[in-house]
């Protein structure tokens, strides 16, 4: 079955990150992929990035699918400041560019 991506929204906080480990731990158990669409994505703080990085890393050693639609460079830099590299989460999957 075909999955909607999940579709991030402008910001990934402590404020909305429950409702988004939810959605994802939801299509994680009903499907053996997983799309991400984190195009609107321009601000994250470290609950966001520990979730981005565990997810994939996650995905990774279950080898589960994940394609990611990647976000703004703003958030590339906002994950350096936080002394990661965005490779670190999104490299280690599929990933497809918004166009």
């Not at 991400?36 to 979730?51: E, H, K, N």
């Not at 589960?64 to 590299?85: K, S």
Request: glycine fraction near 2%.
């Amino acid at each position: 079955m075909t999955q909607s991506p999940i579709r991030l929204a402008s910001e990934l906080t402590i404020r909305n990150i429950q409702q988004v480990h939810h959605d994802i731990v939801e299509q994680l158990a009903n499907s053996d992929a997983l799309h991400v669409d984190a195009s609107q994505l321009s601000r994250i703080d470290t609950a966001g990035a520990q979730l981005l990085y565990f997810l994939s890393h996650y995905c990774q050693s279950h080898h589960q699918n994940i394609q990611w639609t990647r976000p703004a460079t703003e958030v590339d830099q906002i994950l350096a400041e936080l002394g990661l590299d965005a490779t670190q989460i999104f490299a280690l999957a599929q990933e497809t560019k918004q166009e």
